[in-house]
């Protein structure tokens, strides 16, 4: 079934990030930064699906006196040199996995029409890269990796709307961070039903959490991705044995919430326990709806599918780990 994903990163100089480097990978091209005189070389890929840099609506009429936008490597070696503080940030990449029931010229329309969305809406550039899997038949994803400055007739220009910080977004009348990408999440699962819909598939994805995952059997937290690499490779987390143990506590709490809503009683904190989260609160009311209802029986039936989910994600999350590598 398809799957929900959407995940968002910055490339920072103080870092160590390169975008040259990072369009590289994602390209599977050749490129020469310029101002480092690295070369980074990854035209050996076979894995690239579909590429493509696309820029903002607004100044398609006039894409002859953006030439350099069009070439992968001079877009990029004008990001770099745009951006002289050593701690600059100089990229912004959105990745989405895109629906395996679609086939790929329904992939790559998908993916376009998000990529033009990006641009059009914080008039940058963006550069897109469809990845077929490497393991999991299913995990076909997109890289969107965009410039945080804007396009304007000498170049690159002023930072996006993306790069503001909270007081000029305020000052601006615009929506702060969080709400940004909360929109943009929801953009995403719109367009992607559209395109199920538009191929007949019934499947849907959306973009607001389940709730009641929690209860599944063999559900599983999401670690933070810096831990999930340290674990990855066979190292020890502290981050993750903490996020383990937070998220086994809510899972009790969830499980005994269920029990004592089959017998009638409601569930009620121990003394000197701490004020629960209001996720853990909503977590608690939906599982006693759920037995109320008499839903336990649907809910395992249900498992072999939602286990089947998990491992999709579990693989996605496997194949952008290899994708980092031109960070």
């Known amino acids: 079934m398809a799957i929900y994903f959407l995940g968002v990163k910055s490339f920072g100089r103080s870092a160590g990030s390169i975008s040259t480097r990072a369009a590289a990978y994602r390209s599977g091209e050749q490129i020469r930064d310029e101002r480092t005189g690295h070369r980074f070389d990854h035209s050996h ?50 990745i989405v996995a895109l629906p395996h029931e679609l086939n790929a ?5 998908l993916a376009r029409t998000f990529a033009q969305e990006i641009s059009d809406r914080h008039h ?39 790069e503001l910080s909270g007081s000029q977004l305020f000052e601006l009348g615009l929506p702060r961070s969080m709400q940004a990408h909360a929109q943009i999440r929801a953009m995403w699962a719109v367009m992607a039903n559209d395109a199920l819909r538009e191929a007949g598939r019934e499947v849907r994805i959306s973009h607001i959490p389940d709730a009641d995952a929690i209860l599944r059997p063999g559900a599983r937290p999401w670690l933070p991705r ?27 709490q969830a499980l005994a919430g269920i029990s004592q809503a089959s017998v009638g009683t409601p569930a009620l904190p121990a003394r000197g326990n701490p004020r629960k989260t209001p996720e853990e609160i909503r977590g608690q009311a939906i599982a006693a709806w759920r037995a109320i209802r008499g839903e336990q029986g649907r809910e395992a039936s ?17 194949e952008l780990g290899r994708d980092d590598f031109g960070l």
């Open 124 to 162: 940058n550039v963006v550069d897109l890269a469809i990845h077929q899997p490497r393991t999991d038949p299913r995990n076909f994803h997109a890289h969107l990796l965009t410039t945080t400055r804007e396009v304007v007739d000498s170049g690159l220009g002023p930072k996006t709307i993306a």
């Open 302 to 318: 249900q498992g072999t599918r939602a286990s089947d989910t998990e491992r999709q994600i579990e693989g996605l999350r496997r």
């Open 105 to 109: 010229t329904q992939r790559t329309v």
């Open 226 to 252: 810096v831990a999930w690499e340290i674990e990855r490779n066979g190292g020890h987390s502290v981050v993750g044995d903490r996020v383990r143990a937070e998220f086994a506590q809510r899972r009790e």
């Open 45 to 94: 890929r076979r894995d690239i699906e579909h590429k493509e840099i696309l820029l903002p609506s607004q100044v398609s009429d006039a894409a002859s006196r953006h030439s350099w936008a069009s070439d992968r490597k001079q877009l990029w070696n004008l990001v770099e040199r745009s951006e002289p503080r050593s701690n600059a940030r100089v990229a912004r990449e959105y």
